[in-house]
C-alpha cells in the first residue's frame, strides 16, 4: 500500500513513516523555489531560505540556531529551481521540540534589517565559492543555458547586484504568494505513533486553514540547442550537454531514470565511466544526469578533461549515446541495470532524512507515495523497448546544447 497522505483539520498535508530509530527527522517542504521568483529578484527564495532563521516573534537568531542544536539536533535548509526545505534531525524524544521550532520559523519569522544585511555578505561570498569552482559552477550556467530568458534558467544564488539589492518587504512579498499552506507538506520519517504526530502538527501548523491560492508558473517551451565556449583560468577543460527531458508527471520518467543510470549514474561501471576513464584515462570525472521538474526536466552529461582530449571525449560520448539508440538492451543487460538501481535506491533509503525529503518531495506532486516495494515494482517493470524509445527521444546529441569552460 502506498504511504498515506494525512489531511491535518485545516488541510495541511503530513505524510509520516514510522520507523525504530533514537534518530528522527521533521521537515516543512514548500512548493517554492528560484523559478518563482521575478527576473530582477534573481536569488531571493534562497535568501528566503538563509534568513528565515534569524529570528521569530519570540526568538533571536541564536536562539532559534540553538533550539536544536542545543540538544544534539540539526537544523538545515535547501532552495532548488521548483522547492524551499526546512528540516531538523534530532533524538526522536525531541519531536515536540522539533516540531514547534519549524512552526514558530514558518509562521513567525520577522527578517530584521540588521540581520538581512549580514547575511548578504554571506550569500555574496557563498557566490565567490562557485565562482572559484568551475567544475560547480558549469552546472548553473549549464541551465541558464538551455532554459535561456526562461526563470528555470535563473541562477539559484542570484548575482552579486541582485543581492546586494534584496528588501525585506521583497521578502514578505515573497512569501505571501508562495508560502502558502496549500503550497506545503510536513514530513516525517522517525520513532514517534502516527496518531501523536498529527496532534502536535495540529497543535503547531493547524493555526490557520488551507486555502487554494493558484499561482501561474510560465511553461518552458523554447529550447534552441546553442553551443557556448567560455574562456577560463584552469587546468582543465569543463564541459556540459544536453537537453530537456521528461517532467515529473511523465510516464517515461523511469525508463529515463533507468537508461540515465546506466549511462552515467553512480556506479563506476557506467557505460560513459568506461569508455571514457577506465577503458581510455582520459578523464577522473565523468557523469550524466537527469532532474525533472513540474513541466518538463533536464538531461546532461558533464565531464573534465585535459584541454587537448575535449574533442575526443566528446566522440566517444556520442559512440556510447549511438549505442544506446541502436541496440535495445539484452535480457541479461536489463536485468543487471534493474538490478543495480533497485540496489542503489535501496541503499539512498537507509539514509532516514534523505528519505523524509524524498517522501516529502513526491508528496508535493502526487495524491499518494508509493513505498520502496511499490517504487521497485515500478523500475522492474520497465521493458528493453522503452529504454530504447526514450534512448531515440532524448540521446541526440545534433539537438544538444554543449557548454564548455576551456
Do not use: W
Not at 26 to 50: C, I, K, P, W, Y
Not at 62 to 84: C, H, P, Q, W, Y
Amino acid at each position: 500500500m502506498p504511504h498515506n497522505i494525512i489531511k491535518l483539520k485545516n488541510g495541511l498535508r503530513l505524510i509520516h513513516k514510522e520507523v525504530d530509530s533514537p534518530i528522527s527527522h521533521f521537515g516543512v517542504l514548500v512548493n517554492a523555489g528560484t523559478r518563482d521568483e521575478s527576473l530582477e529578484q534573481m536569488g531571493l527564495a534562497h535568501f528566503v531560505e538563509h534568513t528565515i532563521f534569524k529570528g521569530t516573534e519570540k526568538r533571536n537568531a541564536f536562539r532559534v540556531i540553538s533550539r536544536m542544536e542545543a540538544v544534539g539536533g540539526d537544523l538545515n535548509a535547501s532552495t532548488s529551481k521548483e522547492e524551499t526545505y526546512f528540516h531538523t534531525s534530532f533524538l526522536s524524544a525531541d519531536y515536540p521540540r522539533a516540531v514547534e521550532l519549524l512552526s514558530d520559523i514558518f509562521f513567525h519569522a520577522v527578517f530584521p534589517e540588521k540581520e538581512l544585511e549580514k547575511e548578504k555578505t554571506v550569500v555574496l561570498e557563498e557566490i565567490n565559492y562557485y565562482k572559484d569552482s568551475p567544475s560547480e559552477l558549469i552546472f548553473d550556467d549549464f541551465e541558464d543555458l538551455v532554459f535561456a530568458g526562461h526563470p528555470l534558467g535563473k541562477n539559484i544564488l542570484g548575482t552579486k547586484q541582485s543581492v546586494k539589492k534584496m528588501k525585506r518587504q521583497a521578502i514578505l512579498d515573497f512569501i505571501a504568494r508562495n508560502y502558502t499552506l496549500n503550497n506545503i507538506v510536513l514530513a516525517s520519517v522517525g520513532r514517534i505513533p502516527t496518531a501523536k504526530l498529527v496532534r502536535l502538527c495540529e497543535r503547531y501548523f493547524g493555526c490557520e486553514a488551507v486555502v487554494d491560492c493558484p499561482r501561474a508558473r510560465t511553461p518552458f517551451t523554447d529550447f534552441k540547442p546553442t553551443t557556448l565556449r567560455v574562456k577560463k583560468k584552469t587546468t582543465q577543460t569543463n564541459v556540459m550537454l544536453g537537453q530537456p527531458a521528461y517532467s515529473i508527471q511523465n510516464d517515461k520518467r523511469v525508463p529515463f531514470l533507468l537508461l540515465n543510470n546506466l549511462l552515467g549514474g553512480q556506479g563506476m561501471n557506467t557505460r560513459l565511466n568506461m569508455s571514457v576513464r577506465e577503458k581510455k584515462g582520459l578523464a577522473y570525472s565523468i557523469e550524466s544526469n537527469y532532474t525533472s521538474f513540474s513541466d518538463t526536466g533536464l538531461f546532461a552529461i558533464y565531464f573534465g578533461c585535459d584541454n587537448h582530449n575535449t574533442d575526443l571525449c566528446l566522440d566517444l560520448i556520442k559512440k556510447e549515446l549511438q549505442k544506446l539508440r541502436d541496440q535495445k538492451l539484452g535480457a541479461m543487460q536489463l536485468y543487471y541495470a534493474k538490478k543495480q538501481f533497485v540496489g542503489q535506491l535501496a541503499l539512498s533509503n537507509e539514509g532516514k532524512l534523505n528519505e523524509m525529503l524524498a517522501l516529502g518531495h513526491t508528496a508535493l506532486f502526487f495524491d499518494e507515495v508509493d513505498t520502496i516495494e511499490e517504487s521497485i515494482a515500478e523500475i522492474e517493470a520497465v521493458t528493453a523497448e522503452q529504454i530504447l524509445d526514450v534512448a531515440n527521444e532524448i540521446l541526440l546529441p545534433d539537438q544538444f546544447s554543449t557548454l564548455i569552460f576551456e
